[in-house]
Structure formats: C-alpha cells, structure tokens
C-alpha cells in the first residue's frame, strides 16, 4: 500500500507506509517500562525526604542528655599493701673495655690477626677472645685486674689468683706454695697455652743467658771436686824427709805443708766443694726466675666469668687501636628512682618487684640501700683493661651502663640540674635470683612494698568516699532497685587506687554491696 503526499510544488509524491506489528508492540513495552522506572524513582525519593523530615519533638528528643546512670564498684574485703610505684634501670655493675698492648719489645704495631668471639657471645675462662700481631688475648677469672707480666719466681696475689684459674681449668700447680710462682706454676702454664695452641712465652733470652752461665760455673766446680777427691783417694803424699845426722843439737821443725801433702788436699778440696754449692745455689736462683710466664698482655682476669661480650670494634687485619672489644662482667643491678616525697616512706629490707611491661617479666627483689638525692643517671663502672686509656676517636662504649669511669661514676653527668635541684632519690633493688639477661638496659617498672594491713578490711575504691563541709567522710550505697543510701564511714589505710572504710553512727556496710564511684 502505497500514500500519495502533495509537495509545496503541487506534485504528487508516493510515499511507502512503514512495517506494522512487532515495532509498535515494542514501543509500546519501552514506554511502559519507563513509567514504572519513573514511579519507583518518585517512591524512593519521597521515602528518603520523609527520613530527613523531623517534627519538633522529636528533634528535641534526639537532642536532649541521655537518663543519668550511675558507676558503681562493689565494697570488698582484702589485705591492703601500701605501695609505692616509680621507673628503674636494670643495668651490668661494671663494663670492662679491653684495649690490646704489646707482649714484647719485638712487637712494634698492634693489628687484630685472629678474632675468637663476636657482639653477643659469652667469655668463658681461658678463652680466645682475640690475637693481635699474632699474641692471644684471653680471659681468666680473678679479682685483681693484671699489672704486670707474672713470672718463674714472683710472688704476690696475682699469682695466687693465676694459680687458682689453671687450677679450675684442669692445670694443678703441683708442690708450688700459694702466691708463689714454682715448677709446678710453669708446669701448669705450659699446659695452658699448649691447651690453647700457642707457643709458651718465656722470660726470654736473658734469664735464659744466667741459668746457662751458672750452669758451666756448676760444671766447673764439679770436675775441680772431683779430680782433688781421686788424687786424695791415690795416696799423693810429700816426698819423705832425710834422716838427720847424728849430732847433739836440738833437731829442726818438721817442714811447713806444701803442695801435694794430704793437707793440701783436702784444704783444696773443702774450697772446692764450698764454691760448688755457693754456685749451685746460684744456678738455683737463676733457673727459679726462668722459664714459662704470663704477659699482662695476654690476660684478662675478671671477677665474674662468664663475661657477657657487648662490643667487638675491629676485624681481622684492621689496626688494634683503642677499646677492641667490651665485655660485662656480674650480675645485673637495678637502681630505682623515686621523688624525695616517695623515698621518706622507703627503708633498707622493703620487699620490691621488678616488672618488664613489654615482656611481662616479673622478678622479687628487696630494697638494701636508699641513696642520696643525685642528678646522675644510674650505671655501672666502665673500667679499661689493657695499654690505657683508648684511643680519641675509638668506638664508645656499648649498652646500659656504660657511661661512667673506672670510680664508679657516670661520665659527662652534671652533678645538678640547671637550678642546682636533686631530681631523684637513688634506691638500691637486690633481685631474689640472677635477672634474666634479656632485662639488661630495660627501663623497668619498680613497685615498693612498704606495709600491709595484718587482716583483710573491708575496703572501697578511693573514688567511692566523699566529704561534706563538715569534714564529714561518708560513702553511697545503692541497692538492686537502685536506691540510694548515705554511709558515714571512717576511713583507714589506702593502697593501690582503694582505701579501708568503717561505718560509723551504727551504719551498715558489708562485702558484696555497691557504692557510687561516678555518674
């Protein structure tokens, strides 16, 4: 089927109609669609406005305080332990920094050939804990720091203690006297350093020279006493005498002794065997200061071994310049410090606890000493071991407690603060046992016992009590339906946020029940 169109010129136009059917019935789904998306959109908005849209009172309600409530906290019966609560330093009681010297003259530079331990490790005695210039420097317990080379001879307390060390070490001295350096000494050095493989030091070339020179001197007296005592044995006599003529006058003196009488000899042989023992006393002497020693440069004695290694400040091949290694040496320590106002209350036998909060780590302790008030920080003794002093520019000493001087004193710590205050009083805490190592340079929590109640009381939290203008102390009880009732109490000792109550003017009060701490 076909349309006829006229144009504006008056012509006719055949037009085609377009398709029927399935296009208008599609028209028609989209337009119904449409409206009910439209009808949804309209509901939706109108259900978000009516969210938005308050009438007065209930703006009101929304805005006004909510119900007043009450906190409550139940009364208790408990022992009561006044206490007091302030911060600690754990801390070594002294840090040891070794720094290397020469062991010999031949020795004319100090460089780090052989390193035996590492930052962490543990010094045992007769340990390698390093070589410089090829001379092992090792650790032996012993209160007396070395001050000098302990040789073949020596005596003193030094020895004493160097003989007590290889005696623990499985080297028995022998016969040797104690504090006396004998035979059974050097025996027992030599098994040492053998033990610890190396070459035995020895006094050297000179002692050595002496004993070889006493020893040819004993040789040659040795052979003068015997070669007097075989000719004494032969018989050697003075040739007889001729017989005197015969006449009347008085007859002569027999003649004086010379050489090869019987006198002779044994006048020779008794000077003989007196310079032989005269010089065997002298080899004696010179074999006594001979032989194996100790250089001071090779030891480190320390009271408390095992030692804790906190440094190593070299490698191999580098120079040994200044402190090579720190060691800490003991048990921890652990100083408190507390405000003049908390030390009043604070005496000598208090029982302590020392709580490490990041771990948990709780250990007993006993207060011993309550210290003058100081601005010094809490540390240990740095105490140099070896040539000196170290080096300027040496690496510093490492962990808690190393700032200080051989004196026990902290180094570089004003004695007071810019005003010239104390700003703490220092209190000494014995541990119950030896502190875990891993406390070492934590800043602790210290809680100090300083009485208890000798029975339970019945107690409330310090929140709980109130005073009026009277002076009158009282507490709120409230019961199940949420009654208030005022209890005038007195009140006794406090500990830890709680405070003991009794009621006065014949009020009740009893475990189990709960008053006001707060709304």
């Not at 009488?261 to 065997?273: E, G, K, V």
């Not at 406390?439 to 100090?448: A, D, H, P, S």
């Not at 029975?455 to 199940?480: C, E, H, N, Q």
């Amino acid at each position: 089927m076909t349309t006829t169109t006229m144009t504006a010129g008056g012509a006719d136009d055949e037009v085609a109609d377009p398709p029927a059917g399935p296009s208008r019935g599609a028209r028609r789904r989209r337009v119904l669609v449409g409206v009910a998306v439209a009808a949804a959109l309209v509901a939706v908005g109108g259900l978000g406005a009516a969210a938005f849209v308050k009438s007065p009172a209930e703006r009101a309600a929304r805005t006004a305080p909510p119900p007043e409530s009450l906190l409550t906290a139940p009364v208790v019966s408990q022992v009561l332990t006044r206490s007091v609560t302030a911060r600690a330093v754990v801390y070594p009681p002294a840090q040891y920094d070794v720094v290397p010297s020469a062991a010999s003259p031949e020795i004319t530079r100090l460089f780090v050939s052989k390193l035996g331990v590492r930052t962490g490790d543990t010094a045992a005695a007769g340990r390698l804990l390093a070589e410089v210039s090829g001379q092992p420097l090792f650790a032996l317990p012993g209160p007396v720091p070395a001050y000098r080379d302990v040789k073949p001879g020596a005596t003193g307390p030094d020895v004493a203690e160097l003989q007590d060390a290889l005696s623990g070490l499985g080297h028995p001295i022998g016969d040797d006297d104690k504090g006396t350096f004998g035979p059974g000494t050097a025996a027992a050095v030599t098994a040492f350093y053998r033990g610890l493989g190396y070459p035995v030091p020895t006094t050297g070339a000179t002692t050595q020279q002496a004993v070889d020179t006493a020893q040819k001197a004993v040789d040659a007296d040795r052979r003068t006493v015997d070669g007097l005592t075989a000719r004494k044995r032969a018989g050697a006599t003075q040739a007889p005498a001729p017989a005197p003529a015969a006449t009347t006058a008085t007859p002569p003196a027999p003649p004086a002794p010379g050489p090869g009488t019987d006198i002779d000899i044994d006048q020779q042989l008794a000077a003989a065997r007196k310079q032989l023992a005269a010089d065997q006393v002298a080899l004696e002497k010179a074999r006594a200061v001979n032989g194996p020693m100790v250089p001071a440069a090779h030891v480190l004695f320390l009271p408390v071994l095992p030692a804790a290694v906190t440094a190593v400040n070299g490698s191999v091949g580098s120079p040994a310049a200044g402190t090579l290694l720190s060691l800490t040496s003991g048990d921890l320590d652990v100083t408190g410090q507390l405000t003049p106002g908390q030390a009043a209350g604070v005496k000598p036998g208090m029982a302590a606890e020392i709580l490490a909060e990041d771990t948990g780590t709780t250990v007993s302790g006993t207060v011993t000493e309550v210290g003058a008030p100081t601005t010094t920080p809490p540390a240990g003794r740095v105490i140099t071991l070896g040539g000196g002093a170290a080096a300027p520019g040496g690496a510093p000493p490492g962990g808690p407690g190393a700032a200080g001087d051989a004196t026990g004193g902290a180094a570089g710590a004003p004695p007071n603060n810019a005003a010239g205050t104390p700003s703490y009083v220092p209190v000494t805490i014995t541990p119950s046992g030896p502190l875990p190592p891993a406390l070492n340079g934590k800043n602790v929590r210290l809680t100090i016992r300083r009485d208890a109640a000798s029975a339970p009381v019945t107690a409330v939290p310090v929140a709980a009590v109130s005073t009026d203008a009277a002076g009158r102390t009282s507490v709120t009880r409230v019961d199940a339906a949420g009654s208030r009732t005022t209890v005038p109490v007195n009140t006794g000792v406090s500990a830890d946020g709680m405070v003991a109550v009794t009621p006065a003017d014949g009020a009740g009060l009893r475990p189990g029940d709960r008053v006001v701490v707060g709304k």
